[in-house]
């Protein structure tokens, strides 16, 4: 006999998101929910009993479809069970009997909504929606269409940001009501519908349906609910990993309250991305197998230094000790100077030549690297740089992500205890710098130190520079 596999949601918030009647669901507000699964899930009872039923779901860049643990692969755990055939190289999946599909998608760029023109989808998903536009997901919303006898509907999972997110932030005009003044979800509303209508992109909303007709008689209303997620809901998970839990609580504080808490609003201010006690102070630098990174924040442009406070030029040298899962890392020497273009250049070339020979005394690689921006200007720019240090090993990395976003990582491993500053004139002041990010008008030490940690942590980005330069 055949073994019955029974899949079903779990009790709480997740039969909530697969029970909610309402056209448009928003579930979220915590990490670890399961809600990226309440997504791959919901669409299953159409999609094995109801023809021409299909959908999408929409994550905001391809390789989060494909990261490890990520839709793909859980994708792969469930609609396998269900007889479906996949089709990895488009990342959809074709189910029996109908020949119903389910993809997976992206909509990295702005512009990419326009590759939906025309489309009929009856599921339309998104994960992590806060990564996404207002433009792009009301311009998806009008392809919230069905023929197949299943009303249209949307569902989408998040984790919070504050409504000055200047991509995500549009959440609230949704969920407003539903959050209290702190920034926390208000218990007894969640799951509640309402209703909205959008004129002129002003959304008005409604307690009733009758109560929205009445208001627009010719503009039919849609439905709309917000369900609060929390990783205590998630039992299947903390039964897994037990130590996810810790995990989040180890966070900062602004990730903590987010992540863990659901909070909506909590912004960086002074002592929330780092606190001064975190940093230890030694005297010499720990002993075991070691690697450093010697990273560069410019800020050498012609429009930066006509400014009446202008940017500095930061360098952060910081070693990484240790074996791969058991890192320690101290942080050498760090300092920053209001510059002109021509002497920036000198700064630039003086301190890296200096770092590495001392690196090369002490038979540890140094690697410089600096923030490559996207376009020719900038990659004629390293290539140049790299030519003015011929004989070090050094290059630029991309990054595309916010300057508090690129500094958690290191907050995360200073939080731990993990990250040492040697015992030196400098420390003071740049543990002041650090304490009072994102309040202070310069954030270029706190870039550069992120800088040195996130390259010191990519080993894909330091194997490629060495290989590179033959070294």
């Not at 488009?90 to 990419?112: A, C, M, Y």
């Not at 450093?292 to 910081?318: C, G, R, S």
């Not at 009072?436 to 040195?452: I, K, L």
Request: glycine letters at 8%; one cysteine or more.
């Amino acid at each position: 006999m055949a073994e019955v596999i029974d899949i079903a949601p779990q009790a709480g918030p997740q039969t909530a998101f697969f029970e909610s009647p309402a056209d448009i669901v928003f579930y979220g507000g915590a990490a670890g929910g399961g809600k990226s699964w309440a997504l791959l899930i919901e669409p299953l009872r159409h999609l094995t009993t109801v023809d021409g039923f299909g959908g999408v779901i929409f994550r905001r860049t391809s390789p989060q479809i494909t990261n490890e643990g990520g839709l793909w692969d859980e994708s792969q755990k469930i609609y396998s069970l269900c007889g479906a055939t996949p089709r990895e190289h488009v990342h959809d999946w074709t189910f029996p009997p109908f020949g119903n599909t389910i993809s997976f998608r992206h909509l990295q760029h702005e512009k990419n909504k326009l590759d939906w023109q025309g489309a009929q989808i009856p599921y339309l998903g998104f994960d992590e929606l806060t990564h996404f536009t207002h433009g792009q997901f009301f311009y998806l919303l009008s392809r919230s269409r069905s023929t197949c006898g299943v009303t249209p509907y949307i569902r989408a999972a998040y984790n919070p940001v504050p409504p000055e997110d200047p991509i995500g932030g549009w959440i609230h005009d949704f969920v407003g009501w539903y959050i209290d003044d702190d920034g926390y979800p208000i218990e007894e509303r969640s799951g509640v519908v309402r209703w909205f209508i959008n004129v002129q992109d002003q959304l008005h909303w409604f307690s009733s349906e009758a109560e929205a007709r009445q208001s627009f008689p010719d503009i039919p209303p849609t439905s709309f609910t917000y369900i609060k997620s929390s990783v205590e809901d998630n039992q299947i998970l903390l039964d897994k990993d037990p130590s996810y839990l810790a995990k989040l609580h180890a966070l900062p504080l602004v990730e903590m309250e987010r992540l863990l808490k659901g909070n909506h609003k909590i912004m960086p201010a002074a002592g929330n991305v780092f606190k001064r006690s975190w940093f230890n102070i030694v005297e010499a630098i720990p002993a075991g197998d070691a690697i450093e990174v010697l990273f560069w924040d410019f800020a050498a442009t012609a429009k930066e230094q006509t400014k009446d406070d202008p940017d500095f030029t930061a360098y952060n040298h910081m070693r990484r000790i240790g074996n791969y899962g058991a890192y320690s890392f101290c942080i050498r020497d760090a300092g920053a100077d209001q510059l002109d273009p021509a002497d920036t250049e000198a700064y630039f070339l003086n301190i890296s030549r200096q770092k590495a020979a001392q690196a090369k005394r002490e038979g540890v690689l140094l690697v410089v690297a600096w923030e490559e921006e996207p376009g020719s200007a900038s990659k004629r720019e390293t290539a140049r740089m790299i030519k003015a240090l011929a004989g070090i090993v050094c290059g630029g990395i991309r990054s595309h992500k916010d300057k508090v976003v690129r500094a958690t990582p290191l907050a995360v491993a200073a939080k731990a205890g993990n990250v040492s500053l040697l015992d030196a004139a400098w420390n003071r002041a740049w543990l002041t710098h650090m304490h009072n990010q994102p309040e202070w008008p310069h954030d270029d030490e706190m870039d550069a130190a992120s800088g040195s940690f996130n390259a010191l942590t990519d080993p894909e980005f330091l194997k490629n520079l060495v290989q590179r330069r033959g070294v």
